[in-house]
């Protein structure tokens, strides 16, 4: 059974920093696209940023320069640094992996998902 779960949300003021962390198990290949999710009050989900195994990155838009995405695949483990923060970037925070390792932001292409990990931004 796959599991992800995510760490390093909190409450920040504008202009501030967090690292978010996703650690990975009951993963049978590591080979696959991951990447983070989030989902404001009151709007759907929309893709942040997608790393594939040999570290090639794609972001949103509204994050570029400010978010970066990385992966340890020896430790299982996803990270998402924010710097930056911009109130509009308060909401709950997924960690996601795909079905296969091509790299993307469609939500239908991720079938695990983590519980979530809030980031609020004041």
């Known amino acids: 059974h796959v599991q992800l779960v995510e760490s390093g949300g909190g409450s920040v003021q504008t202009g501030g920093s967090l690292r978010l962390s996703c650690v990975g198990s009951?993963?049978?290949?590591?080979?696959?696209?991951m990447g983070w999710f989030r989902q404001a009050p009151g709007k759907e989900r929309e893709g942040v940023a997608a790393?594939?195994?040999?570290?090639?990155?794609t972001y949103s838009d509204s994050v570029i320069g400010r978010f970066t995405i990385s992966r340890d695949n020896d430790k299982n483990t996803l990270y998402l640094q924010m710097n930056s923060l911009k109130p509009e970037g308060t909401a709950v925070y997924y960690c996601?992996?795909?079905?296969?390792?091509?790299?993307?932001?469609?939500?239908?292409?991720?079938?695990?998902w983590g519980q979530g990990t809030q980031v609020t931004v004041s």
């Open positions: 790393i594939a195994i040999g570290g090639a990155t």
């Open positions: 996601v992996r795909a079905y296969t390792a091509v790299i993307n932001m469609d939500v239908v292409e991720f079938g695990y």
């Open positions: 009951g993963l049978t290949s590591e080979i696959n696209c």
